[in-house]
């Protein structure tokens, strides 16, 4: 147990706490534009086209996020 321990520092854990944050901050965009089109599929129309572009626009938006979040830290 002491071992497993004894490699746990601050930075591993703050690296760990970014590396999670970076996850979140992409999986979360990619999910908001999947949204996005669930309720333009709903009310309006629905395209694999629309939806394929949203996906896309989520993945760079989230990409995007993480490096203005990787280098404001």
């Known amino acids: 147990y002491m071992k497993f321990v004894k490699w746990i520092t601050k930075d591993i854990i703050h690296a760990l706490s970014l590396l999670s ?7 979360g965009n990619i999910l ?3 949204g996005i089109y669930k309720l333009i599929e709903k009310y309006f129309f629905k395209s694999t086209i629309l939806f394929i572009v949203l ?3 989520g993945v760079i938006s989230g990409f995007y996020n993480a490096y203005v979040a990787i280098m404001r830290k």
């Not at 944050?21 to 999986?27: A, S």
């Open 21 to 27: 944050y970076l996850g979140f901050l992409i999986v």
């Open 55 to 57: 996906v896309i626009i």
């Open 32 to 34: 908001l534009y999947i």
